[in-house]
């Protein structure tokens, strides 16, 4: 039994309209989805991912309006890295981002490989790094999408964990997770360790880094990542990863049916959000793959109370004019 890598990272907006028009518009991520954070329905949890949002593409956003800026520190997930297809289009980023005025970097060398970072326009530390190995199989590019196919953004790279101290985190990654080690080295001073899980690569490695400096994290604002999911293939390997966790001693919550896909969560030592999540069965359950996420969509028992969820969600201005609910 091996998680598959990175599933989905799911982070908070405030501002529901920006984040559209920036993760569709200027990333050119497809929406997939859109429906409400099942526990909270007067949010709404937006998904944007390649062409029909597989697994490992997946980038989501719970939209609370009135929450405050994100602080960061430890026990969080500091940066979030999407893979292109080569060089080449690292640098067809950096003029794109010059263009749309996005917040970036020059592209640098971070422990060999290649790194563009720039964030969303609520400082959401964001990245991209070409693919130079295979690793998982990348996603498929959305036709409509205004970003062309040799430089579309084909799934999550890895996900940055900052961390108090890198020894707890690493012993349940591996010892109960399964990731392996990959790399360590000093970066600016400060302690940083790779791991990989699955096939390895793009898409199935986390990046831990050490700031006994920093202050605990407490609460995750718009701009901060609120978890980050890993793959399983089927409903047994996701029992059966419930059961090891359990056994662990990780406080893991019973197993719960998103609808799109199941899940469970836990919080891994080092106090960040960790969720198993089943690759199936995906969002072209209850909408035709061509119009996915251009209505809301509710899963079967909420959907009874529809009325009374759309009157409390507030539409979402589109880009170009006109509003969506
Ligand atoms: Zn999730």
């Known amino acids: 039994m091996e998680l598959g890598g990175i599933h989905h990272v799911t982070a908070v907006t405030g501002d529901a309209g920006l984040n559209v028009a920036f993760y569709t518009g200027a990333l050119g991520l497809r929406l997939v989805k859109k429906t409400v954070n099942q526990d909270d329905v007067s949010a709404y949890h937006l998904f944007y991912g390649d062409e029909i949002g597989h697994p490992g593409t997946e980038m989501t956003f719970f939209d609370w309006s009135r929450i405050g800026p994100h602080v960061p520190g430890t026990g969080t997930i500091s940066s979030t890295a999407f893979r292109v297809p080569d060089y080449a289009a690292l640098e067809w980023w950096v003029e794109r981002f010059r263009e749309l005025d ?123 990542v609120h978890h980050v999911a890993f793959r399983t293939p089927d409903e047994e390997e996701h029992a059966a990863w419930r059961e090891r966790l359990a056994k662990a001693g990780l406080g893991v919550t019973p197993v719960i049916d998103r609808y799109y896909f199941k899940s469970i969560y836990f919080r891994e030592p080092g106090g960040v959000l960790f969720e198993i999540a089943t690759d199936g069965p995906g969002f072209a359950t209850d909408e035709a793959a061509e119009h996915l996420g251009e209505t809301l969509s509710l899963p079967p028992f909420l959907e009874g109370q529809r009325r009374q969820i759309e009157s409390n969600l507030r539409p979402i201005p589109l880009v170009g004019g006109g509003v969506s609910r």
Do not use: C
């Open 102 to 224: 996005v917040a970036h970097e020059d592209i640098e060398e971070r422990n060999g490989r290649a790194t563009l970072r720039f964030t969303d326009p609520e400082g959401q530390r964001l990245e991209l790094v070409h693919d130079e190995a295979e690793g998982v199989p990348g996603g498929t590019p959305w036709e409509k999408s205004p970003v062309p196919r040799e430089t579309f953004i084909r799934g999550l790279d890895s996900v940055e964990l900052t961390l108090k101290n890198l020894s707890s985190t690493s012993r349940v990654i591996t010892d109960v997770m399964g990731f392996r080690q990959a790399e360590e080295y000093e970066e600016g001073g400060q302690k940083v360790a790779t791991f990989e899980v699955g096939l390895g690569g793009p898409g199935a490695r986390v990046r831990l880094v050490e700031r006994p400096d920093l202050p605990i994290h407490r609460f995750v604002g718009a701009g901060g």
